[in-house]
C-alpha cells in the first residue's frame, strides 16, 4: 500500500506556523516599547470587556516571562507543522476553529476571578488533542504512528487540564484540548484516507471474492487423476491353528495300551 498523501519534504509545512511565531514575538518586544498593558487583550470570562480577548487572547502572553513564550513557540511550530503535512486539506479551518473556539469556550464556561487569560496554550492543547485523536479514528497506519509521537512528545500536557497550579489557566488548556476532540469528529471524512485494498474495492462493487481454496482443492483432485495411482496389495496368510482334545479322545487314550510300553509276558499268566 502507498502512501501518496505525504511529501518526501516537511519544512515548507513549517512556513505557517513560523510567521505566526514571528507575529507574537513581535508583540512581545512591543510590549517592552509601549506602556499599553497588553494582557487586557486576553479574556476575561462572562464580560463584554473580555470579548475581543476570544480572537486576541493567543497573541499575548506574559511580558515578563519569556519561558512561557519560549515554551508554546517550539510546542505550537510543532504541532502546527505536523498538522500541515498530514492534514494539509483542513489545516486552515482547523487553526483557525481551534483558534476561535478554545477563546469562546473559555469566555462561555470558566468563572470570572478578575484575571486575564493570555496566550497561545488552548490553541496549543487544541492541535495536541485533534491530531491524536484523528490519528486513532481514522485506522489509517501513518497517521495513527503521528497520534504516537504526539503522545510522545506531549503526553505530559495532559496534566495541564486540571486545576493543579492556580497561575496556569487550566480552563484554557481544558476548552483547547476538547475544541481538538469536536474537531477532530467533524473532520474525520476529511482529508487523508486511508486507502482500500483490491478486495475491498470488490466487495463494495458486489463483486464476490475468488474461491481460492474451492480452485486449488480443484487443481490437487485433477493432478491426481493424471498421475499413476500407487496401488498397494495386502496378502494374508492365516496362521495355522494347533488341533485340541475332546473329552472322548481322551478317554480313548486313556483305555488303550501305550505305544510305548512293552507287551506283557503270557506265560506269566500261565504260572501257578
Known sequence: MKHEHFDHRIWPYALPGAFILAFLWLIQWAQHLFAQPFYKYGILPRTLEGLKGILFMPLIHDKLDINHLFNNSVAFLLL?????????????????????????LLWGFA???GSYHIGISGVIYSLFSFLFVSGIIRRYFPLQA???????????????????????????????????????????????????Y??????????????????????????EEKSDPLIITYQYIPKRAEPVATPLDVHTQSNSPSQDQAPSDPNQENQP
Open 146 to 196: 503521528l497520534s504516537f509521537l504526539v503522545v510522545f512528545l506531549y503526553g505530559s500536557l495532559i496534566w495541564g487540564i486540571f486545576p493543579i497550579d492556580q497561575h496556569i489557566s487550566w480552563e484554557g488548556h481544558l476548552a483547547g484540548f476538547v475544541s481538538g476532540i469536536i474537531l477532530a469528529v467533524l473532520f474525520r471524512k476529511q482529508g487523508p484516507v486511508r486507502p482500500k
Open 111 to 113: 468563572e470570572n476571578h
Open 198 to 223: 483490491q478486495y475491498e474495492v470488490e466487495r463494495d462493487l458486489g463483486i464476490d471474492p475468488p474461491d481460492l481454496e474451492g480452485e486449488w482443492l480443484r487443481r490437487m483432485q485433477e493432478q
Open 80 to 104: 502546527s507543522t505536523l498538522l500541515a503535512y498530514s492534514y494539509r486539506k483542513v489545516f486552515l479551518p482547523v487553526l483557525l476553529i481551534s483558534w476561535i473556539s478554545c477563546g469562546a
